[in-house]
T-cell receptor, first 116, second 107 residues
Framework: DTGVSQNPRHKITKRGQNVTFRCDPI?????LYWYRQTLGQGPEFLTY????????KSRLLSDRFSAERPKGSFSTLEIQRTEQGDSAMYLC??????????????FGPGTRLLVL | KNEVEQSPQNLTAQEGEFITINCSYS?????LHWLQQHPGGGIVSLFM???GKKKHGRLIATINIQEKHSSLHITASHPRDSAVYIC?????????FGTGTSLTVIP
C-alpha cells in the first residue's frame, strides 16, 4: 500500500497523559499537513511541513502540541498533558512537490483520539 | 464567520436524482478542493480546481472566482454516493474547510 498511513488508528488515554501520533506520507511527497476534525465539523488546519521545515502553524496549535518531521519523511504529532477537548480525529495529508499550495492532497485514515 | 460556507448541511435524495452542493468562500484562494468523506473517516480528494469546470464520471465541479462560489453536482445519484462532501480552499500554505454536506441517497 503506497498511500498515507497513520498510527495508531485509535488511542484512548487519560487526561493529563502525553500522546504521540505518527504519519507516513506517500514517499515522493515533500509536503505534509496535519488537521484535526471533531464530530460533525470539517477538518481544521493545524500545521504544514515542506520537507523537514515547519512552514505554517495554526493558532489552534497550543503550546501543548508539537509536530516534527526530522528527516523530511514521516512526521509525529505530540500532545502533552491531554485534555478532554483534545478528543478528535487527527488527520494527516501529503501532496507532491510540483505546483503551488493548491495541490491535490492525499489523506491518511486518521488517528481517533479519545481523552477520558 | 467561517472562511468557507457550504449548503445544504444535510441532503437526502432519491436514487437517480441530480444533486447540487454549494460552497462559498470569503478569502483569496489559489485553488478549491472538493473532498468526499465516508463513514469511518477516510477522505478522498475528488477535484482540485482554480477556474472553470471539471468533470469526472458522474461528478461535475464548477467554480466562479469572481463570485467566490463553487458547486459540486452529482448526476444520476446512487446510494454509494452517500457520504459527507467537504469543500476546502487553499490560501497561502493553509487550507480552510467547510463543515461538510451530508448526503444520503435512498434506493
Amino acid at each position: 500500500d503506497t498511500g498515507v498511513s497513520q498510527n495508531p488508528r485509535h488511542k484512548i488515554t487519560k487526561r493529563g497523559q502525553n500522546v504521540t501520533f505518527r504519519c507516513d506520507p506517500i514517499s515522493e511527497h515533500n509536503r505534509l499537513y496535519w488537521y484535526r476534525q471533531t464530530l460533525g465539523q470539517g477538518p481544521e488546519f493545524l500545521t504544514y511541513f515542506q520537507n523537514e521545515a515547519q512552514l505554517e502553524k495554526s493558532r489552534l496549535l497550543s503550546d501543548r502540541f508539537s509536530a516534527e518531521r526530522p528527516k523530511g519523511s514521516f512526521s509525529t504529532l505530540e500532545i502533552q498533558r491531554t485534555e478532554q477537548g483534545d478528543s478528535a480525529m487527527y488527520l494527516c495529508a501529503s501532496s507532491p512537490p510540483r505546483g503551488g499550495s493548491g495541490k491535490t492532497q492525499y489523506f491518511g485514515p486518521g488517528t481517533r483520539l479519545l481523552v477520558l | 464567520k467561517n472562511e468557507v460556507e457550504q449548503s445544504p448541511q444535510n441532503l437526502t435524495a432519491q436514487e437517480g436524482e441530480f444533486i447540487t452542493i454549494n460552497c462559498s468562500y470569503s478569502v483569496g484562494i489559489s485553488a478549491l478542493h472538493w473532498l468526499q468523506q465516508h463513514p469511518g473517516g477516510g477522505i478522498v480528494s475528488l477535484f482540485m480546481l482554480s477556474s472553470g469546470k471539471k468533470k469526472h464520471g458522474r461528478l461535475i465541479a464548477t467554480i466562479n472566482i469572481q463570485e467566490k462560489h463553487s458547486s459540486l453536482h452529482i448526476t444520476a445519484s446512487h446510494p454509494r454516493d452517500s457520504a459527507v462532501y467537504i469543500c476546502a480552499v487553499a490560501t497561502g500554505n493553509q487550507f480552510y474547510f467547510g463543515t461538510g454536506t451530508s448526503l444520503t441517497v435512498i434506493p
